[in-house]
């Protein structure tokens, strides 16, 4: 970086450099000072921009976050209806529309997706923003493009573990006693069909935290995942070690969330 | 008992008639391509379709149908040299931590964790960063993070198969650690993993096109499918067509393996889960 304009560092410069990155003394205490370091969230400085990693990454993450939350929104509106109908009503039209979405959202190259949706959505009907994060409806387009790839999986997920709920004895007792079916699907069928998507979504939450590069690039979106390319392009190795961090955080985190939620949804899951 | 399985069903037949014209078109891409896919002719350039352009041309004027058909040979080459590569690491792998298990296992499981943990996409990207962008690079980087979730799923099978009688059985007759492993639990797993290739080729095919789409793989001016959707994207107000049609083939392609792939998959599974069908009979 010191040879960024071209000229050779002196000596005085080099150490000079090396002191302030904290690359002085054996390596275990350059661990012990880095770990101290990030503890009081002080990442180091951006090598190419020269900012605190800490700040940058925060001033990204929102936008990432906005991102997954839409992609997620639109990934279910998709796949519940869907899922949940054809599970209810197999081999009707229902059905078969679940099962070309399916085909579609996993087969569907999402740079495409978005491609098309720049065209149609943002050029030729000019119904809302392609780039950017200038208004709230500007996170609609890339939302969809990330979360129609998704919603396939959650439909075929959904189906499938909602018809092995339903085929469940339990599921007939409660019929033989006259329940209700909406009263049949809400209590019984739903709580614990939605076990396996949960874990799912878990692993998708953290996944799409991590930012999705194509998107984020194709809509000028300002994540993180953009921010972190740039930075293994520009070799920027305390933001690529701030980003591992960051996506370590999120993993752990999330993780447990799911946990708990596994643990309120199913009694049957307790802490020992 | 293959063949019939394969063409059960109706999605699956339009599956194979799918790739199999991708295959063809691959291979007789040169016979059947109308021009040359490199040829630059500025004159003819973003022109509608017509006789002699089928599917017009580029910003270069190039012909985008004979840029599609040779992109076919990029595209299919390099996905089965990927395919072929992470099964080349994560075949002798997994056969080796299922088979020996003990302290190789878990030494093995635990690499494998490791390099789990890190995000697959970016791990491609910053080895293909290092390495510098070309195709070759990225199917390094890309055979370096996908081999890993493989060895897993093969390990996985051949502990299975492991605990069979006709091992012990195989095991009591003297034959050797070596013979067993080629002969009785390579062979027994050579279906699910043919299966489980079917379907992932189209993951492959997809992610391969889209590191291409970001500027790491293919290099203008090879014609490859991904490399022609992002040059369309300045043009995507005056000549959409240009991106329409590299994503639709890319979508076909995708759509005829993933097609394949559930026929070949047993019809009792909703998903990929080779393990379930260890000992075929």
């Not at chain 2, 009688?165 to 067993?180: C, E, L, P, V």
């Not at chain 2, 992932?200 to 293919?218: H, K």
């Not at chain 2, 300045?234 to 329409?244: G, K, N």
Request: overall charge positive.
């Amino acid at each position: 970086m010191l040879r960024a304009d071209g000229i050779k560092p002196t000596y005085e410069a080099i150490e000079a450099t090396r002191q302030a990155l904290g690359l002085e003394g054996p390596v275990y205490m350059q661990y012990v000072n880095w770990l101290l370091r990030v503890l009081q969230l002080d990442l180091g400085v951006s090598y190419s921009s020269g900012r605190p990693v800490f700040m940058e990454l925060m001033s990204r993450f929102p936008a990432t976050a906005a991102l997954t939350a839409g992609a997620l929104l639109v990934a279910l509106l998709v796949a519940l209806p869907l899922g949940i109908g054809s599970a209810l009503y197999p081999g009707s039209l229902l059905d078969r529309l679940g099962r070309v979405c399916t085909l579609l959202s996993v087969s569907m190259p999402g740079y495409w997706l978005s491609l098309l949706l720049i065209y149609y959505g943002g050029v030729k009907l000019k119904l809302l923003p392609v780039t950017g994060m200038g208004e709230p409806s500007s996170l609609v387009l890339p939302s969809i493009a990330l979360g129609f790839g998704l919603s396939g999986i959650y439909i075929r997920l959904i189906r499938t573990s909602l018809l092995d709920i339903l085929g469940k004895l339990y599921i007939k007792a409660a019929r033989a006693k006259g329940l209700a079916g909406w009263a049949i699907l809400a209590k019984h069928a739903f709580r614990n069909a939605w076990l396996p998507s949960m874990t799912l979504l878990g692993i998708h939450v953290s996944a799409l935290l991590g930012g999705s590069v194509v998107v984020e690039t194709i809509f000028s979106w300002p994540g993180i995942g953009k921010y972190a390319v740039d930075a293994i392009f520009a070799k920027d190795y305390l933001v690529i070690q701030g980003y591992v961090l960051l996506m370590a955080l999120v993993v752990v985190l999330v993780n447990l969330a799911v946990d708990l939620l596994h643990m309120l949804l199913d009694p049957r899951i307790r802490l020992r | 008992m293959f063949q019939t399985r394969l063409l059960r069903t109706g999605a699956a037949r339009v599956g194979a008639a799918i790739v199999l014209l991708f295959l063809l078109v691959g291979l007789l891409a040169p016979w059947i391509a109308p021009s040359d896919p490199l040829q630059i002719h500025m004159e003819h350039k973003l022109s509608l379709p017509s006789l002699e352009y089928p599917l017009g041309t580029d910003h270069l004027g190039r012909c985008v149908l004979s840029r599609l058909i040779y992109g076919t040979r990029t595209s299919l080459f390099y996905s089965l040299a990927a395919l072929a590569g992470v099964f080349s690491i994560s075949v002798p792998i997994g056969l080796l931590a299922g088979y020996a298990g003990g302290k190789i296992d878990h030494l093995i499981m635990r690499i494998i964790d490791i390099l789990l943990a890190f995000p697959s996409l970016i791990l491609s990207l910053a080895i293909t960063a290092v390495l510098g962008p070309s195709i070759k690079n990225l199917l390094i980087a890309f055979v370096a993070v996908w081999w890993t979730g493989y060895a897993r799923v093969i390990r996985g099978m051949v502990l299975q198969i492991k605990e069979s009688d006709f091992i012990m059985a195989a095991r009591a007759a003297g034959t050797s650690h070596f013979k067993i492993v080629v002969r009785h639990i390579l062979l027994n797993t050579s279906r699910p993993i043919l299966v489980l290739t079917s379907l992932e080729i189209g993951t492959i095919l997809l992610s391969l096109a889209g590191l291409s789409f970001l500027g790491l793989g293919a290099q203008p001016p090879t014609p490859e499918w991904g490399v022609m959707l992002n040059d369309s994207r300045p043009y995507i107000q005056t000549a959409p067509r240009l991106m329409l049609f590299p994503g639709l083939t890319i979508m076909l392609a995708v759509l005829g393996f993933n097609l394949l792939g559930e026929g070949l998959k047993p019809a009792d599974q909703g998903l990929p889960e080779p393990r379930k069908e260890g000992v075929s009979p």
